[in-house]
């Protein structure tokens, strides 16, 4: 037996295969499909302009500057202890935007609940399904994409992750105007799917807005489940006026 079939064998043996995957094929892998459509955004624009919204402590800007280094990342991050971290862990960078703010559907001052956890705070309240505790809940001014995008006469972006905790559709509806435009190419968010914060919206209310603002779906990431039960997964959308997708 040669080694690459001990190697198969053994895979099989760990219920693991090996898939090999070609440049049309999306779906997979979200940091594989990344590097593809981040080659697709090079085609239209001489700087990728991304937009991680809830950054919190550089997970994501540290990816994206892997993919591509000369992005611009407007980041923003409403709590003040992630904003340092994310600052520190991610200051050997250029062309970063930081922004110690919430975004929403409208300008205006909210309740931000901070968990001990950084990663799962919210501006929606925790129900018992959540886990951590909150250790501190603060009133924070929120803004809304299309009016930061105005302040900062920025016209188009590239691509915008939302990672918010429940709170995505907010950030959404604060952007109508640059989805109804088209103003935004790739929209990465998380779908949370159990009701682990009070007045989280359905999956189908999330996918039907940007089905509504003429968006696809490219595919789903990674359901995590627990007890039998999916509790989130990442979810990708392509606007439908994406120039260099339509050339392929």
């Not at 001489?46 to 280094?69: H, L, Y």
Request: hydrophobic share 35%.
């Amino acid at each position: 037996m040669n080694l690459r079939s001990k190697v198969i064998k053994g895979l099989q043996r760990l219920n693991l295969r090996i898939i090999k995957l070609t440049k049309e094929e999306f779906g997979v892998s979200l940091e594989y499909d990344l590097e593809k459509l981040f080659t697709l955004l090079r085609k239209q624009s001489t700087r990728i302009v991304v937009f991680d919204v809830g950054a919190n402590i550089g997970q994501s800007v540290r990816k994206f500057k892997k993919i591509s280094p000369e992005s611009q990342i407007h980041t923003f991050e409403p709590s003040p202890t992630c904003f340092l971290e994310l600052r520190n862990n991610t200051s050997m960078y250029t062309n970063i935007v930081y922004n110690n703010i919430g975004l929403g559907a409208e300008d205006k001052t909210i309740r931000f609940y901070e968990n001990e956890l950084t990663d799962i705070s919210s501006f929606l309240e925790p129900t018992n399904e959540l886990w951590g505790e909150v250790k501190s809940v603060d009133l924070m001014k929120i803004t809304t994409l299309d009016n930061y995008c105005i302040e900062n006469y920025i016209k188009n972006i590239n691509y915008l992750k939302i990672d918010t905790q429940g709170y995505d559709l907010e950030v959404l509806k604060g952007a109508s105007k640059l989805l109804k435009e088209k103003s935004i190419d790739i929209v990465q968010l998380e779908i949370t799917l159990q009701k682990l914060y009070a007045d989280i919206p359905q999956m189908d209310e999330v996918i039907k807005y940007l089905f509504d603002s003429g968006y696809r779906l490219v595919a789903f990431y990674g359901f995590h489940n627990e007890n039998i039960q999916a509790r989130w997964t990442d979810a990708l959308f392509i606007s439908s006026d994406f120039g260099p997708l339509n050339d392929q």
